[in-house]
């Protein structure tokens, strides 16, 4: 059975930090890659950041560049995002999800991040 967990979310105030993790079970965890997405009320979904499990190169959004640091952990079956200089338009349920041939799939329930100003 696959398993796609986020967790690590809550309420922060704005300029502190979170690190969010993302454990996948059932599937290969050592090719393409795991994207980090967030979803803000009445909002579309967007990406956030994503990391190689091949090579462990990433990728930011431009509105987290600098702030976020994506890094995985393979021998876990982990990725894990850490957010510094959290601002109040980071407020969103955090997703991630698997890389595959057909796109980002195995999504998990996602995480609550909070940031109060």
């Known amino acids: 059975e696959v398993q796609v967990v986020e967790s690590g979310g809550g309420l922060v105030q704005a300029g502190g930090s979170l690190r969010l993790s993302c454990a996948a079970s059932?599937?290969?965890?050592?090719?393409?890659?795991i994207g980090w997405f967030r979803q803000a009320p009445g909002k579309e979904r967007e990406g956030v950041s994503c990391?190689?499990?091949?090579?462990?190169?990433?990728y930011y959004s431009d509105s987290v560049k600098g702030r976020f640091t994506i890094s995985s952990d393979n021998a876990k079956n982990t990725v894990y995002l850490q957010m510094d200089s959290l601002k109040s338009e980071d407020t969103a349920v955090y997703y991630c999800?698997?890389?595959?041939?057909?796109?980002?799939?195995?999504w998990g329930q996602g995480t609550q991040v909070t940031v109060s100003s």
């Open positions: 999800a698997k890389l595959t041939t057909v796109g980002y799939d195995y």
């Open positions: 059932g599937l290969p965890f050592d090719d393409y890659a």
């Open positions: 990391i190689s499990l091949v090579d462990e190169s990433t």
